[in-house]
């Protein structure tokens, strides 16, 4: 990998969009996976939203931290911003996204379901995977629905 020359402006998301950008992608996934969630694992649909907003949490704090390292690093070494991330790069930040989150989201799994660590890693691993397709498709479409102006400060709602 390269460097970006010096004298290159690459823009990258303004805060309130990387904001909008994780909430939105947040509150749509818990939507999505609650209902398959509750199903799968026998808990109420109540509890199994309460766990999973919990996880959500997590996941918004490290989304933030990861998507906006992630962003620095592809426009330092590739030159590039996000919203022109190729296909297979896209296939590892969605992956490096949900493997991260794991090590957060398991030992609160294991404590809330009273799994064992197998059965907690099973059930999180099939959440990373859901997450990770999930991921691929919602960040695709974000990034073509809000593409990435440079000199824009204003981030329409």
Known sequence: MSFAPSSAVIALRAPADRVRQVVCFEL???????????WISGAEMASSAFLLALLSLAAVLW???????????????AGRPADLRPRGLRVLHALGLE???MLFTLPVLMLWTDMGVWA???ADAGLALFYAGYAYVYYLAYD??????????AIPC
Not at 65 to 75: I, Q, S
């Open 99 to 101: 493997m991260g989150l």
């Open 63 to 77: 989304s933030a931290l990861y998507c906006a390292g992630f962003d620095v690093l592809e426009r330092r070494w």
């Open 144 to 153: 073509r629905f809000f593409p990435i102006r440079a000199g824009k400060a």
């Open 120 to 122: 907690a890693l099973l």
């Open 28 to 38: 749509l996934g818990l939507l999505l996976v609650t209902p398959l969630f509750a």
